[in-house]
């Protein structure tokens, strides 16, 4: 094998042994749970240290009881992400429990990076999510105990108790940190100018004015 044959094989294997030490390093540990307290990486957390680490890492009790639903909204939502729940870490699974009160809703909101299968356990709520593929599509149903719904992955989606009862409703990530975005705090809850906003949305810049009032904004 000539010189120039050795380098271009090197060139084209590079890629594939880079991937193959780098695959087989994630699967030399069995968990990795977060250290909140360390810096944060393109893959999650840093990890604790292993001789640091109980059982207690791997349980989390926060969705127990609900969340008060005394709010404007008249709904609340209790996470479980890395965040509350550090064994998820690297796991690629998140969760979390909504609550509502008749008449209560989560508002339009998206998880850039997850998608989000969600669980009714009581009640029943309405829920939907908007696709831009289907030119602005929305696909809403009205769910029952039992029933599960799915939003694909940073599509803009929400949640809505139409019933007469409290309902509650379990949702679970493929990310241990889903992230979130409320579109109305996104708009309204912040110092991005009523001007633009007007401009940017088309709604009238008296009522943008009274969101940003309401929601706590400014600009």
């Known amino acids: 094998m000539s010189s120039n044959q050795r380098f271009f094989l090197l060139i084209t294997l590079l890629p594939f042994t880079i991937l193959s030490f780098f695959s087989s390093t994630s699967l030399a540990v069995d968990f990795c749970v977060a250290d909140l307290n360390g810096y944060q990486t393109p893959s999650g957390y840093v990890c604790k240290n292993p001789a640091n680490v109980t059982a207690d890492d791997f349980v989390f009790s926060g969705l127990i009881t609900g969340a008060n639903t005394s709010n404007i909204n008249k709904a609340a939502a209790t996470p479980a992400t890395v965040q509350q729940f550090p064994g998820l870490n690297g796991l690629n699974l998140a969760a979390?429990?909504?609550?509502?009160?008749?008449g209560g809703a989560i508002p339009l909101h998206t998880h850039?990076?997850?998608s989000e299968m969600i669980y009714v356990v009581e009640g029943s709520v309405?829920?939907?999510f908007v696709s831009g593929i289907?030119?602005?599509?929305v696909y809403v149903k009205k769910l029952k105990k039992g029933e599960i719904m799915v939003f694909?992955?940073?599509?803009?989606?929400?949640?809505a108790n139409?019933?007469?009862?409290n309902a509650v409703v379990f949702a679970t990530f493929g990310n241990a940190d889903p992230g979130v975005q409320m579109i109305n705090a996104a708009l309204f809850g912040n110092d991005f100018s009523s001007f633009l906003v007007?401009?940017?949305?088309?709604?009238?810049?008296?009522?943008?004015?009274k969101l940003k009032k309401l929601l706590g904004g400014s600009g």
């Not at 694909?152 to 949640?159: A, C, S, T, Y």
């Open 126 to 128: 309405t829920a939907g």
């Open 152 to 159: 694909p992955q940073g599509l803009v989606h929400f949640q």
């Open 96 to 102: 979390a429990r909504a609550d509502f009160a008749p």
């Open 134 to 137: 289907t030119s602005n599509k």
């Open 162 to 165: 139409t019933g007469s009862e």
């Open 112 to 114: 850039p990076y997850s």
């Open 198 to 209: 007007e401009k940017t949305t088309n709604i009238d810049q008296a009522e943008v004015r």
